[in-house]
């Protein structure tokens, strides 16, 4: 369920709150296949079906920046700001990919608004996320996002 917020100063009000849980994604292989089109990144554990079979994991596994590409979309579904003229992802603090994730996983975010801090022009946000796998005991990815928003 998307929260939206309307404009910089709501944004900031919820500095600290958390912002729940996305829908689920399945990791199907024709997305996994899809991003090694798009990196170049074609290693067998993620486009060789059979052999990955024998492999470490039993199946093909998504890259581990497929799985934080998806923090985006699974991220939108959780928070909408309203009455800012751009949205950039200004970068990570940190990353890890505890769990990997082997084709037909489905994946959500659990995410919380850490930080609402003042730039030229607008705000960053620092949002902490954890890529959880159903039925996984360790997440897939933990994160933390930040964006900017510009008025």
Do not use: C
């Not at 910089?8 to 829908?23: A, Q, V």
């Not at 998504?62 to 949205?87: C, N, R, W």
């Not at 705000?123 to 510009?150: D, H, M, N």
């Amino acid at each position: 369920m998307s929260l939206t917020v309307n404009g910089i100063e709501e944004l900031k009000k919820l500095s600290g709150s958390e912002l729940g849980t996305s829908s689920w994604i399945t990791v199907t292989q024709e997305r996994i296949d899809t991003f090694a089109d798009a990196t170049d990144d074609h290693q067998w554990i993620h486009v060789d079906a059979e052999r990955a079979a024998t492999g470490p994991f039993g199946a093909t596994i998504a890259h581990g920046y497929l799985t934080l590409s998806l923090f985006i979309p699974m991220f939108t579904e959780l928070l909408d700001v309203q009455g800012v003229t751009t949205k950039v992802n200004y970068g990570l603090n940190k990353v890890r990919f505890p769990a990997p994730v082997t084709v037909g996983s489905r994946l959500r975010l659990t995410a919380k608004l850490a930080e609402v801090t003042d730039v030229p022009g607008g705000v960053q946000i620092t949002v902490a996320g954890a890529v959880e796998i159903e039925g996984g005991a360790k997440p897939a990815a933990v994160l933390e996002s930040v964006s900017r928003f510009y008025v």
